[in-house]
Structures are given as structure tokens and as C-alpha cells.
């Protein structure tokens, strides 16, 4: 998905709920955490990765890379 530069800043924004100007762990979460309950769902019920596997395909299931 391609963004311009001020809807980055915008989403930078939004994000940095104490104004800031940085993420601090609560809002970075959650801005990456979905708020559609179904995405949260699967996203809570896949293994956790570390870095070993580098194929997306064998990262995310079907529904997610479609």
C-alpha cells in the first residue's frame, strides 16, 4: 500500500497520543495490534516468529496474504 508523506505524518500523529513527538510501546501497539476483532483473532492465534523463517508464505496463512 503506498502512502503520501502527509498521510504518514497524519498517522504519526493520530498515534502519538501524549504529543510527544515519539511512539512509546503503548501506542506503537497500538497502532500494529488490528481493531477488527476477526484480525485480532487470527493474529492471536499464530505462533510467534523470531527471525529464522524469511518466506512470507510460511509467515502468514492464505487469508492474511490475499
Request: charged share 25%; hydrophobic share 40%.
Amino acid at each position: 500500500m503506498k502512502i503520501t508523506q502527509d498521510e504518514a505524518l497524519l498517522i504519526f500523529y493520530k498515534a502519538d497520543k501524549d504529543g510527544d513527538g515519539l511512539w512509546n510501546l503503548e501506542e506503537m501497539s497500538r497502532v500494529l495490534t488490528p481493531s477488527d476483532p476477526e484480525s485480532l483473532i487470527t493474529m492471536q492465534l499464530r505462533n510467534n516468529i523470531y527471525g529464522a523463517v524469511t518466506d512470507p508464505n510460511k509467515i502468514f496463512c492464505e487469508a492474511t496474504r490475499l
